[in-house]
């Protein structure tokens, strides 16, 4: 091929353009530049190593499709980081990838260096990938345990108050205590895995555990298998029979197993037996685990089972000011604020949104703040809201308020109708894509001044009173669920 690689990947570029979101490409590939690109490699030169990690993570697929389009071939694909990035060296954030990226011995990262640590790429951003993560070769996964996932690092809030406390409880003495197993159960995104792994970290630095096994379930399956295959079932139980603590990451998986199972079963009995504390997560209470044999179920509930529920709004932005203040980047108190009030659904999510935040901002050379943020949050909330009229909104709200619509958007001046008409407004805003003059006139025709003093207003509200911020949660949190197509 003696084509120059910058004009072939402008023309995978124009691909890729098609393949995703407008904001996404001028953020992950905007930026881009190819190095070489040949029937064997096309190496891909990024601002940061954030993004390589991001890009590959992500993208992979998207860029080899796009790739396979333009020049039907199917090169190994490598990042490189470009040199202005400051001395540092870089911590690799991934083990194991489809295509291994290539990082010259002299690279360096930036600022984001604490994003990356901290936020696993793979994690970052759930939604997004789901949708576009046309490759899915999720690499086995690995059981050793992400740095990050400490106690240290664990915000404590009122969902997750119990668990944390009876997972350091373990920690402290692990086997010693009542609570042989810990069961940490709840939904996506909430802390299960990270608690899980603190309590690892902790053993091994405090010296109360020597040898800690971390194994997601589907790996101990797949271990199994692979033992079985290999005639090597004697290693594979000498392997997770001499833990200290064994920590089993989402056991709802091992209902795809019934052999599984009973190999578990007997891990856990002598493990058990030898008085070695035995923790595990699961997507729900394990009593609801339908295909779960009943002994091992009555054994989950030998100890203790815990769940964890979903931070409240102060815990929410806790979480974004310590991740913000981890990648040593300052996040004003509104944009927390704002995206602690948005994303209530899980915290991978918010994660997700600050670091697409920072990455954006960085990129595109952007101040952190509000506007910036709700660009991103626009993206990353799926037409979701789409549809969502401004009217819709403001029916709900007069509901809420136990008032009409037409008092809502009428002339009155008196205090609660303009409490309520100026978090609509807010809302409004929030939750369209409408301009601030187009909302103004749905108010009444209002001007755009007022809907601009208005969500000033409930901006400044929120923060200073958390009882006034809970409200307009609860009333965003009311109008996804009525508006969220299910
Ligand atoms: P789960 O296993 O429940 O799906 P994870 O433990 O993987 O969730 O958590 C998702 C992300 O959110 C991780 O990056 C984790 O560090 C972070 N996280 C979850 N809960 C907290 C918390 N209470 N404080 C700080 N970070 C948290
Ligand atoms: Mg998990």
């Given at each position: 091929?003696?084509?120059?690689p910058?004009e072939?990947?402008?023309?995978c570029l124009?691909s890729i353009?098609?393949?995703?979101r407008p904001?996404?490409?001028?953020?992950w590939?905007r930026p881009?530049r190819?190095?070489?690109f040949?029937a064997?490699t096309?190496?891909l030169?990024v601002?940061?190593?954030?993004?390589?990690?991001?890009v590959?993570?992500n993208?992979?697929?998207?860029?080899?499709?796009?790739?396979?389009?333009?020049?039907a071939?199917?090169?190994?694909i490598t990042?490189i980081?470009a040199?202005r990035?400051?001395?540092q060296?870089?911590?690799s954030?991934?083990?194991?990838t489809?295509s291994?990226?290539?990082r010259p011995?002299g690279?360096?990262k930036?600022t984001?260096?604490?994003?990356t640590?901290?936020?696993?790429p793979?994690?970052i951003?759930p939604a997004?990938s789901?949708e576009k993560v046309e490759?899915s070769?999720?690499s086995l996964?690995?059981?050793?345990?992400?740095?990050?996932?400490t106690?240290?690092?664990?915000?404590?809030?009122e969902g997750?108050r119990?668990?944390?406390a009876?997972a350091?409880?373990?920690?402290?003495s692990p086997?010693?205590?009542?609570f042989?197993?810990?069961?940490?159960?709840?939904g996506?995104?909430?802390g299960?895995?990270h608690?899980?792994q603190?309590i690892g970290?902790?053993a091994?630095s405090q010296?109360t555990?020597k040898k800690?096994?971390?194994?997601?379930?589907?790996?101990f399956?797949s271990?199994?298998?692979?033992?079985?295959?290999?005639r090597?079932q004697?290693e594979f139980?000498r392997?997770?029979?001499s833990a200290?603590?064994?920590?089993?990451d989402?056991?709802q998986?091992?209902?795809q197993?019934?052999h599984t199972?009973?190999?578990f079963?007997?891990?856990?009995?002598?493990?058990?037996?030898?008085g070695?504390?035995i923790?595990?997560?699961?997507?729900?209470p394990?009593d609801?685990?339908?295909?779960?044999?009943?002994r091992?179920i009555?054994?989950?509930?030998?100890g203790l089972?815990t769940?964890?529920?979903?931070?409240?709004?102060e815990?929410r932005i806790?979480?974004l000011?310590?991740k913000?203040e981890?990648?040593?980047?300052?996040?004003?108190?509104?944009?927390a604020?704002?995206?602690g009030n948005?994303i209530?659904?899980?915290?991978r999510?918010?994660e997700?949104?600050?670091t697409h935040?920072m990455a954006?901002?960085s990129v595109?050379?952007l101040e952190l703040?509000?506007?910036s943020?709700?660009?991103?949050v626009?993206?990353?909330?799926?037409?979701?809201?789409?549809?969502?009229?401004?009217?819709?909104i403001q029916?709900?709200?007069?509901?809420?308020?136990?008032?009409?619509v037409?008092l809502?958007?009428?002339?009155?001046?008196?205090k609660?109708?303009?409490?309520?008409r100026?978090?609509?407004?807010?809302l409004?805003?929030q939750?369209t894509?409408n301009p601030?003059?187009?909302i103004?006139?749905?108010f009444g025709n209002?001007?755009?001044?007022?809907?601009?003093h208005a969500?000033?207003?409930?901006?400044?509200k929120?923060?200073?009173d958390p009882?006034?911020?809970?409200?307009i949660?609860?009333?965003?949190?009311?109008i996804?669920?009525?508006h969220?197509?299910?």
């Amino acid at each position: 091929m003696s084509q120059d690689p910058h004009e072939l990947w402008t023309q995978c570029l124009l691909s890729i353009e098609q393949r995703v979101r407008p904001i996404s490409f001028n953020t992950w590939f905007r930026p881009t530049r190819a190095r070489r690109f040949d029937a064997e490699t096309l190496v891909l030169e990024v601002p940061t190593s954030f993004i390589a990690d991001y890009v590959e993570t992500n993208y992979l697929g998207t860029i080899q499709k796009a790739v396979q389009e333009v020049v039907a071939l199917a090169p190994q694909i490598t990042f490189i980081v470009a040199d202005r990035e400051s001395p540092q060296p870089r911590a690799s954030s991934k083990p194991e990838t489809a295509s291994p990226s290539y990082r010259p011995p002299g690279e360096t990262k930036t600022t984001h260096t604490s994003v990356t640590e901290n936020a696993r790429p793979e994690e970052i951003n759930p939604a997004e990938s789901s949708e576009k993560v046309e490759d899915s070769p999720t690499s086995l996964p690995f059981s050793s345990l992400n740095t990050s996932y400490t106690f240290e690092t664990f915000v404590v809030g009122e969902g997750s108050r119990f668990a944390h406390a009876a997972a350091r409880d373990v920690a402290r003495s692990p086997g010693q205590t009542q609570f042989n197993p810990l069961v940490i159960y709840g939904g996506v995104g909430l802390g299960k895995t990270h608690l899980l792994q603190a309590i690892g970290h902790y053993a091994l630095s405090q010296g109360t555990a020597k040898k800690v096994t971390y194994v997601p379930s589907e790996k101990f399956l797949s271990d199994f298998i692979e033992a079985i295959g290999t005639r090597t079932q004697g290693e594979f139980r000498r392997r997770y029979r001499s833990a200290d603590i064994l920590l089993v990451d989402d056991i709802q998986f091992f209902i795809q197993g019934e052999h599984t199972q009973t190999e578990f079963f007997h891990t856990f009995n002598a493990l058990h037996q030898d008085g070695k504390l035995i923790a595990m997560t699961c997507d729900s209470p394990p009593d609801q685990l339908e295909g779960m044999e009943e002994r091992l179920i009555s054994r989950f509930q030998w100890g203790l089972v815990t769940r964890i529920g979903p931070p409240d709004l102060e815990t929410r932005i806790a979480i974004l000011r310590q991740k913000a203040e981890i990648s040593g980047i300052h996040l004003p108190e509104d944009v927390a604020t704002f995206l602690g009030n948005l994303i209530n659904s899980n915290i991978r999510e918010l994660e997700g949104a600050l670091t697409h935040l920072m990455a954006f901002c960085s990129v595109n050379r952007l101040e952190l703040n509000v506007e910036s943020a709700r660009q991103i949050v626009q993206e990353r909330i799926p037409s979701q809201n789409s549809q969502l009229s401004i009217e819709a909104i403001q029916q709900q709200v007069a509901e809420h308020f136990g008032l009409t619509v037409n008092l809502l958007i009428g002339k009155t001046r008196k205090k609660e109708v303009v409490a309520a008409r100026q978090i609509s407004m807010y809302l409004a805003k929030q939750l369209t894509q409408n301009p601030l003059k187009k909302i103004g006139l749905h108010f009444g025709n209002r001007d755009h001044s007022t809907v601009i003093h208005a969500i000033q207003t409930v901006e400044k509200k929120s923060k200073s009173d958390p009882a006034y911020a809970k409200e307009i949660e609860t009333l965003l949190e009311s109008i996804h669920q009525r508006h969220s197509p299910s």
